[in-house]
Structure formats: structure tokens, C-alpha cells
């Protein structure tokens, strides 16, 4: 099955306590990006790759960051969260970038900073 | 002010009605446009595309007025499985896709 995975879910953690969320994708896609969705702000790009090794940042990139060593993986590196970066995270990937318009998401993990 | 607005709601509505949503973007070389829909706490899905000539899939029509840089979408015969967060993307330069805050329907028995 197709799918885009993300681990984990659900994590509390505590301010300065360093974490990574992994996002994996099956389908063989070259782009992959992490998004933030907050009440009445929508989906914000955190970070986005076009391929293995290269990575750019999105609008909110502060407080973290990523790697692409492998075409199917793009984690999330929170090196030292704090509570304005509990929100909601969704990983995404597609064929070819925001070209085609078609992102296929993760379920979402939802991080609560204390 | 947002580079891609759109009326929270929520919309309330009884099956059968018909509804419209509108969502104005602010960046005139935007290239392309697209619904997504988001049921409560899952991912976004694509729901479809927006042609410049306007498209429908069903009940589901979605139109671009790029001279007024909005774009709708308007759900015919609504059914209560239709109930889920609609959000507007606009792709701005080939690879950013950039979402609306969304705009809440609900479709009531």
C-alpha cells in the first residue's frame, strides 16, 4: 500500500529535551516536505526536499531541521524544542514537487512542548 | 495580510443544500490552484484541481477567476459525508504549494 509514514503520532516532551520525528515514503517520490499546522494559520512549510542531499527551507524553518541521506526518509530534527513549536506536523511527498499539486500526507504527529 | 485567504465558517447546512466557498490569493504569478479536503484530525487529501476553464467531479465545481484572484469551489447536494475542512493551495512558483487557513462545513440531518 501506498502511504507515507510518520513515528511518532503523539510525543509530550519538555522544553530542551532533543527529538526527531521520522517520515518514510513508499512510493518512490523525489519530493518530500514537513509542514506545521496550527488553529487559523493552515498548513505552514517547514522545510522541503526536491531530492537525496538537497534541502531548502520552507516558511517557518526556526528550531528545526532535516536531513534526505535516503530518498525515501526526511526526519525531523527538533534539537532543543520549545512550547511555540507544539503544533501539529504533517510529513508530505509527491512526484515532482508542488508542480502537480498532489501531496500525499502522513497521519500527522502531534508534539505538545512543556 | 495572507497570501491565500478563506472564510473560516463553519457553514452549516441541511443535506441536499448547495454551498459555495470562496478563497482569494494575493500573489498574481501564482501557476496553479487546488482544493484539498481534511476530515477532523486526519491528513489533508487532494479533492481536485482548478482549471482555468473551471472543472467538475461530480457535485463537486471548481472555478478560477484569475483577473480577481479567487478561486471557488461549490458542493451540489450536499450529504452529511461531506462535512470536513475545505483548503484552498495555491502553487505560487512550481514547487511552493501554499494552503489557506481553511473553511469548516458541516452538513446537518
Known amino acids: 500500500e501506498a502511504q507515507v509514514t510518520q513515528n511518532p503520532r503523539y510525543l509530550i516532551t519538555v522544553t530542551g529535551k532533543k527529538l526527531t520525528v521520522t517520515c518514510s515514503q513508499n512510493?518512490?517520490?523525489?519530493?518530500m516536505s514537513w509542514y506545521r499546522q496550527d488553529p487559523g494559520l493552515g498548513l505552514r512549510q517547514i522545510y522541503y526536499s526536491m531530492n537525496v542531499e538537497v534541502t531548502d527551507k520552507g516558511d517557518v524553518p526556526e528550531g528545526y531541521k532535516v536531513s534526505r541521506k535516503e530518498k525515501r526518509n526526511f526526519p525531523l530534527i527538533l534539537e532543543s524544542p520549545s512550547p511555540n513549536q507544539t503544533s501539529l506536523y504533517f510529513c508530505?511527498?509527491?512526484?515532482?514537487?508542488?508542480?502537480?499539486?498532489?501531496?500525499?500526507f502522513g497521519e500527522g504527529s502531534r508534539l505538545t512542548v512543556l | 495580510r495572507k497570501e491565500v485567504e478563506q472564510d473560516p465558517g463553519p457553514f452549516n447546512v441541511p443535506e441536499g443544500a448547495t454551498v459555495a466557498f470562496n478563497c482569494t490569493y494575493s500573489?498574481?504569478?501564482?501557476?496553479?490552484f487546488f482544493w484539498y479536503r481534511q476530515d477532523c484530525r486526519k491528513e489533508p487529501k487532494l479533492l481536485m484541481s482548478v482549471y482555468s476553464s473551471g472543472n467538475e467531479d461530480g457535485r463537486f465545481t471548481a472555478q478560477l477567476n484569475r483577473a480577481s484572484q479567487y478561486i471557488s469551489l461549490l458542493i451540489r447536494d450536499s450529504k452529511l459525508s461531506d462535512s470536513a475542512t475545505y483548503l484552498c493551495v495555491v502553487n505560487e512558483d512550481g514547487n511552493k504549494l501554499v494552503f489557506g487557513a481553511g473553511t469548516i462545513l458541516r452538513v446537518k440531518s
Open positions: 508530505a511527498s509527491s512526484f515532482r514537487g508542488g508542480s502537480t499539486g498532489e501531496l500525499f
Open positions: 500573489n498574481s504569478a501564482s501557476q496553479s
Open positions: 512510493m518512490n517520490h523525489e519530493y
